[in-house]
């Protein structure tokens, strides 16, 4: 698989849309209310919200510049809005109407004409014809005016410079206070007829359609509530992402409300579902089915905490509630509690029978059920459900990290006997909801932490027997925090592990890459990348980028489908002959480009990270034996096809004197007390000259390790030549190591020529080799 990360380029294929196209409008707005946005028609849009509190209010909103699409499919940033109008037909109900104080207002925000930053604001029934809840309303931003009434409160608006513009959508009692509502309210609002007209009313959009390659693409509501389900479909698939989508319906956005101690809380009163996410997700099931996408949807035992009633929630054993590290936090539900269970249930039919009734096949994840354990070992299993499933079997247990008695090893089978009976009934009221359709099952297990070798008796807990195949029809496996922390080797144990526990093959496995949850750092998707082709080759059915925003933010292309990309990588893992490789002349070149000025004087710019080798194996051809060898070889690799190991006749060890490695001839980092993974290396110079030169290809039982100068040989070298230590060095500790290695090239040319006739009269043959970059 073939990637990279991409910014928009002004030679890039481009489109055109109009300016204020319905696909590209945004929502947002203050929790607990929700609203949606979809598209109903190619020039109209409605708008969905559920208000809870008296001062909620929804933007439906246009930005100027496109903050949320792929660089290969944004629109141009163009603030100038001069010679541009816009018309549509209005209609709402639930709202506050076009003529009320405080009715839908137009926000302009951006600068004046001198520069200075400044907001307008306009009143659409100024600017309407026709009744406050169904009129044609018609800008013209080159005549614009804000102010309640016109003309004596005029503000003239200067649309020459603006950021973003929105449309408030408040709910009918709104006036500004804290209180909650009597009773929720749900309200809507629709934009047809869409017409933008003049000079400015179009926008450059990129137009980029990537070839189908062999990664799929997951997603999650609680980072694209706020755009459309159409949006969100034409970036999947002009990406060049196929088959299903897996989408993780969240933990903070579907959930309807209802007041509860001062707050809210989660209620299937009406319906597990709001009605703004329900709309959202039919709209998305039908453009995924229109676009021959399938949708695997995911469901997990999260959710966010201020919305979940206190009983629901795992405990440790002083009391305090599961929390995750999310800012507000999100917390887990009690696999014993049967409330929070009943109300798993519910969403998962909701979700189910959205998938139904768009004409999918019915596919259904549990994400991550786990029993959570905090960052010192405590297990949060000691809720008051949990505390009467388990009875006597409930036992203290300070820290799962250390060794436990059998008293402890009991709670935890017992514990994961809880947790596999909680997901088969999640699952059974999912199959029962999707009836003679029939439903594939999935499991979606985190590998760091339910595999945490810090904590080995907590598989009992979190990846229970009760798992083991046929209760699931695919395992799906995720670990990204091992692949971000360099520590992407664990994972074909981990998954060896998975196999022999719950007896999964690598063909029913699915595999989770990624994710890069900052944009700083964007480089991890160089292993994210790395650990989904690993994953490929290891036989798993279909690996999956995590996620599609993080995606779209930094760039990330997938290109290639395996089968061509295989052939672009092929390699055979078998030496050169050696005996003629023995004598090969060696080139060492790098990619320089040298711009002259006239005076003499140069601009150097060097293209290449790292050298790259030439040979020429020729002069080690010393009979017809070894003709007869070399031609063998060659029609095996046709031609220049596969690539080979070559040893370097004049570069082939690690120590400096090209002689027996010893495990202290080149560091390979430093430990940080998790980290157990490390890529060998060898160093060219010293100082800020230093080269660093990646080994991928050790020659077998040549490598030896020292951890801060003492040997050691508790290690196992990882598919990717990489050594993968049975146990993290502590911080600050020096990881060195030693060893032989090989060089991957291939043959320079397709074909090769050899005379008896030159041969015998003393001329070399040449025999060509290039270097390639190493093939996975």
């Known amino acids: 698989m073939g990637w990279a990360l991409v910014a928009a380029e002004p030679h890039h294929r481009k489109g055109w849309i109009k300016r204020f196209d319905p696909r590209f409008w945004t929502v947002d707005f203050a929790r607990p209310m929700m609203a949606s946005v979809v598209t109903t028609a190619p020039a109209a849009l409605r708008v969905e919200a559920a208000f809870y509190n008296r001062q909620d209010l929804a933007g439906l909103i246009w930005e100027a510049e496109d903050r949320w699409d792929h660089p290969l499919l944004a629109y141009e940033t163009k603030r100038d809005f001069r010679g541009t109008r816009l018309s549509f037909r209005w209609r709402s109900g639930g709202v506050k109407p076009l003529d009320a104080l405080h009715g839908p207002t137009l926000t302009i925000e951006g600068r004046d004409a001198e520069g200075n930053a400044r907001a307008w604001y306009v009143r659409l029934w100024n600017y309407a014809s026709g ?18 009434l016109l003309p004596g409160e005029a503000d003239p608006v200067w649309a020459g410079d603006i950021d973003r513009m929105f449309v408030s959508l408040v709910p009918p ?5 804290e209180a909650a509502l009597a009773a929720p309210v749900e309200g809507w609002a629709e934009m047809s007829a869409i017409t933008c007209t003049g000079s400015g009313s179009v926008l450059a959009t990129g137009d980029a359609m990537l070839p189908e390659h062999g990664l799929g693409i997951a997603n999650g509501y609680d980072d694209s509530y706020h ?17 299903d989508v897996v989408h993780y319906v969240g933990m903070s956005h579907y959930m309807r409300l209802e007041a509860a101690g001062g707050g809210f809380a989660v209620s299937a009163d009406g319906g597990a579902l709001n009605a703004s996410t329900a709309a959202w997700h039919a709209a998305f099931a039908a453009a995924c089915r229109d676009a021959g996408l399938g ?4 469901l997990s035992y999260e959710l966010f905490d201020a919305y979940c009633p206190e009983a629901w929630k795992q405990r440790d054993a002083a009391g305090a509630p599961a929390l995750t590290g999310w800012v507000p936090p999100s917390t887990l539900l009690s696999p014993a509690n049967g409330a929070a269970m009943g109300y798993l249930q519910a969403v998962a039919r909701a979700f189910v029978g959205i998938a139904a009734a768009a004409g999918l096949d019915v596919k259904f994840q549990v994400g991550e059920p786990w029993w959570w354990v905090n960052p010192d070992g405590r297990i949060c299993a000691y809720d008051a459900a949990a505390t009467a499933a388990l009875g006597s079997a409930s036992v203290a247990i300070a820290d799962v990290r250390g060794a436990l008695d059998a008293g402890q090893a009991a709670m935890l089978d017992a514990l994961g006997g809880l947790l596999a009976a909680s997901t088969a009934a999640l699952v059974d009221a999912a199959r029962d909801e999707a009836g003679a ?62 196999i022999r526990r719950l007896g999964y093959p690598a063909g029913q496995q699915h595999y989770f890459a990624g994710f890069v949850l900052n944009g700083e750092d964007r480089a991890l998707w160089a292993p994210i990348a790395a650990a989904a082709e690993a994953a490929r080759r290891a036989g798993v059915a279909r690996s999956f980028v995590w996620a599609l925003p993080q995606v779209a933010r930094d760039g990330f292309v997938a290109f290639d489908g395996e089968e061509e990309e295989g052939e ?18 060696a080139v060492t070149e790098f990619s320089t480009q040298i711009v002259s000025s006239p005076s003499g004087h140069e601009q150097r710019a060097s293209e290449w990270a790292e050298a790259r080798m030439r040979y020429d194996a020729g002069p080690g051809i010393r009979s017809e034996a070894d003709v007869r060898m070399l031609i063998d070889f060659f029609r095996a690799r046709r031609g220049a096809a596969r690539a080979f190991r070559f040893r370097d006749p004049f570069d082939q060890s690690s120590a400096a004197d090209d002689g027996l490695p010893t495990a202290s001839d080149q560091r390979l980092g430093y430990g ?39 040997e050691t040989a508790a290690f196992a070298m990882t598919g990717d030549g990489e050594v993968l230590l049975d146990a993290a060095p502590i911080a600050g500790a020096v990881v060195r190591a030693g060893f032989l290695f090989d060089v991957p090239v291939r043959f320079a040319e397709d074909r090769l020529e050899v005379s008896r006739a030159t041969f015998l009269a003393g ?5 060509p080799l290039v270097e390639v970059r190493a093939p996975w």
């Open 672 to 710: 940080d007390g998790s980290r157990r993974q490390f890529a060998l290396v060898k160093h060219y110079g010293d100082g800020d000259a230093v080269q660093e030169r990646a080994i991928r290809l050790p020659v077998a039982d040549s490598v030896r390790v020292s951890i801060d100068g003492v």
């Open 763 to 767: 001329e070399l043959a040449s025999v």
């Open 437 to 498: 359709a029939g439903l594939t099952s999935h499991l979606l297990v985190f590998l760091p932490t339910v595999l945490d070798p810090y904590a080995p008796e907590l598989r009992r807990a979190n990846v229970p027997a009760g798992w083991a195949a046929p209760a699931f029809d695919v395992l799906q496996l995720e670990d990204y925090d091992w692949v971000t922390g360099g520590r992407g080797a664990e994972t074909a144990g981990a998954r060896d592990a998975m």
């Open 131 to 148: 009744s406050p809840e169904d009129a044609v309303v018609s800008l013209d931003f080159d005549a614009l005016d804000g102010g309640f």
């Open 173 to 177: 009692d709104y006036d500004l206070t």
């Open 295 to 298: 949708i695997i949807w995911s």
């Open 568 to 585: 672009v990588q092929a390699y055979d893992a078998v030496d050169f002959p050696l005996a003629i490789g023995r004598e090969a002349l």
């Open 227 to 243: 755009l459309t389900p159409a949006r969100v479909v034409r970036q999947m698939v002009a990406l060049g992402y196929r088959g």
